[in-house]
């Protein structure tokens, strides 16, 4: 694997911003790893960070690039700090940047990576999570795909939820205040009816949550909505709380749900 930490100029968020991202490599000689790369273009994962963290997280505290070296896809790690992956109230177009720009620019840097739908997912913890499946559903033609590691899914629950330990002057400068996420463009359940109204694409699901984790009622809720809607939803649930530990062991899960077709090739 080829990993490239790079800094470029974004026009939506009109400053310099920072993304990791993992390239697939053929390779033959690495101790303790292989390495391979697909025929024709190679899938693409947009890896998707927490609130307290930036685009190094994965890569710090798990064994991502490892995890990746037999698949032949390459990996996007951005930084939008603590947007929401949304268009900021007070801050900065996160949402048009990480939907759009995003991907245009991924794509225009490396050229192989695909352009097809059914080979670009999202996947993400917490605060990422709630990105990933903004993206599936917001972005539904580019997006095929996306799973949530104990994530934010039910965003209007957290935020009335007395667990939430976020100030409403958190939540406002992201959104102007809490009451505007309801039915919005902001609100997952409200995008998940848009697309079954409007008979839309739909992105496959994958929602992975701790039964400990504070978090854990909410994805129950998410996952009983959006199976009534009739996504395809894979959930799966097991023993854990909202740490790395888990997140670590299930990005793992993921990557093995993940509807890769490519052929890979060894060097």
Known sequence: MALMQISF???????MVNMDVIIPQKTKFQVGMKGMSPEGKYPTLYLLHGISDDHTAWLRRTSIERYVSEMG??????????????????????????????????RT?????????????AVGLSMGGYGAFKLGLGAPQTFGAV?????????????????SK??????????????????SSNDLFYLAEQLVVE?????????WCGTEDFL??????ARDYFIKLGYDVTYEESKGDHQWKYWDEKIQRVLEWLPIGCNVQEA
């Not at 100029?9 to 400053?15: A, G, K, N, P, V």
């Not at 192989?112 to 997912?121: A, H, I, L, P």
Request: with cysteine.
């Open 109 to 121: 840097f490396f050229p192989n990576m695909s352009e097809d739908r059914k080979d670009t997912f």
């Open 199 to 207: 008979d839309q694409l739909k992105p496959k699901m994958y929602i």
């Open 166 to 183: 976020r100030k409403d002057e958190f939540w406002n400068t992201i959104f102007g205040s809490k009451e505007n996420v309801k039915g």
């Open 73 to 106: 896809i390459a990996v996007v790690m951005p930084n939008v700090h603590q947007s929401f992956y949304s268009n900021m109230e007070h801050g900065f177009k996160y949402w048009n940047f990480v939907s759009e720009e995003l991907p245009r620019v991924c």
């Open 9 to 15: 100029f974004s026009d939506e968020l009109e400053m």
């Open 216 to 221: 854990y009622e909410e994805n129950l809720n």
């Open 147 to 163: 799973a949530s590691l104990s994530g934010a899914l039910d965003l209007v629950a957290e935020m009335e939820s007395d667990k």
